[in-house]
C-alpha cells in the first residue's frame, strides 16, 4: 500500500457521523485502499477492516503491522461481520462503516477485469473466486443477460445489448465487451455517458451478489452495533441508495 493514503470522497463527511471517541471499536466494512481505516486509526479506534478480496488485505499488512494492535484485517465479506467479530470477541461495536461499490484500486488495475477504460481479462470477481464476468457472458441464455443488465445496470435498451453479446460469443476481454456494447448502443465519441457504462456496472453487481450482500450486511451491522453505534454508508448507485434508506 502507498505511503500516502488514499482518501475517500465522502471522508470528512463519515467522520463526521462517526464521532468516533478514542478507545471506541469500529468496523471498516470495505477496506479496499485503507482510507477510512487510516482515519479511524487516527481518531485513536480500535478497528476490523472487512474485504473479500485477498488483494486488498494484503496490501494493508504494512498498515495493520504499524498499528500496534489497533487493526485487525478481516479476509472475509462484510455480510459475515457478525459472526467474524463474535469470533474475535469484539462484539458490539461502536461504529459500522460501508463504502459500497467497486473500489479505486480494482478500477486501475486492467487485469481485474473491471473496466473498459484499459483492455484485460472479462473478470470482475471480486474475491477472485467463482463465476466470472466471461463466464457470465459467455454461458448464460439471452434472457437472464438481459434480466441482469436491466435489472441491475438500469439500461433501457437491455435486450438489444443481450441479443448482441450472445451474438458475438465467445468474449474475453474487457475491450471486446465494451465494443460491443457501443456497437449495439450507437457510440459516438462526445456522448458525455460511455454507453458501455451500465452494462459493465450490470454484470459486476450480479457476479459478486452486491445487491444481496449488502442487504445481509446492514442486518449483521445492525446485530453488532452497541446502543447509540452509529453506521455510515455511502453509496453511489440509486438501487443501493434505495436499498439503505429503505432499511433506515
Given at each position: 500500500m502507498n505511503d500516502a493514503p488514499h482518501v475517500p470522497v465522502l471522508l470528512a463527511e463519515v467522520l463526521d457521523a462517526l464521532a468516533i471517541a478514542p478507545g471506541e471499536t469500529h468496523v471498516d466494512a470495505t477496506f479496499g485502499a485503507g482510507g477510512y481505516t487510516q482515519a479511524m486509526l487516527?481518531?485513536?479506534?480500535?478497528?476490523?477492516?472487512?474485504?473479500?478480496?485477498?488483494?486488498?488485505?494484503?496490501?494493508?499488512?504494512?498498515?495493520?503491522?504499524?498499528?500496534?494492535?489497533?487493526?485487525?484485517?478481516?479476509?472475509?465479506?462484510?455480510?459475515?461481520?457478525?459472526?467474524?467479530?463474535?469470533?474475535?470477541?469484539?462484539?458490539?461495536?461502536?461504529?459500522?462503516?460501508?463504502?459500497?461499490?467497486?473500489?479505486?484500486?480494482?478500477?486501475?488495475?486492467?487485469?481485474?477485469?473491471?473496466?473498459?477504460?484499459?483492455?484485460?481479462?472479462?473478470?470482475?470477481?471480486?474475491?477472485?473466486?467463482?463465476?466470472?464476468?466471461?463466464?457470465?457472458?459467455?454461458?448464460?441464455?439471452?434472457?437472464?443477460?438481459?434480466?441482469?443488465?436491466?435489472?441491475?445496470g438500469e439500461e433501457p435498451r437491455a435486450r438489444r445489448v443481450a441479443q448482441a453479446i450472445v451474438y458475438n460469443r465467445p468474449i474475453t476481454r474487457t475491450g471486446e465487451l465494451a465494443r460491443i456494447v457501443r456497437k449495439a448502443l450507437g457510440y459516438k465519441p462526445h456522448d458525455k455517458k460511455d454507453p458501455a457504462t451500465r452494462t459493465f456496472q450490470a454484470i459486476r453487481i450480479h457476479i459478486n451478489r452486491e445487491l444481496g450482500e449488502l442487504a445481509d450486511g446492514l442486518a449483521a451491522a445492525e446485530r453488532v452495533l452497541a446502543p447509540g453505534g452509529r453506521l455510515a454508508v455511502v453509496t453511489f448507485h440509486s438501487l443501493e441508495d434505495r436499498m439503505v434508506k429503505r432499511f433506515l
Open positions: 487516527a481518531q485513536g479506534a480500535r478497528v476490523f477492516a472487512f474485504d473479500r478480496d485477498p488483494d486488498a488485505i494484503a496490501a494493508g499488512a504494512a498498515v495493520a503491522a504499524a498499528s500496534d494492535g489497533a487493526l485487525t484485517l478481516v479476509p472475509a465479506t462484510f455480510s459475515a461481520m457478525d459472526a467474524e467479530l463474535a469470533a474475535r470477541d469484539a462484539v458490539p461495536v461502536q461504529g459500522v462503516t460501508m463504502d459500497i461499490g467497486v473500489s479505486s484500486m480494482q478500477l486501475d488495475q486492467a487485469e481485474r477485469g473491471f473496466s473498459f477504460q484499459s483492455d484485460g481479462p472479462l473478470d470482475m470477481r471480486m474475491s477472485q473466486e467463482g463465476m466470472s464476468a466471461a463466464d457470465f457472458v459467455n454461458e448464460a441464455d439471452e434472457a437472464e443477460i438481459a434480466f441482469v443488465i436491466k435489472e441491475y
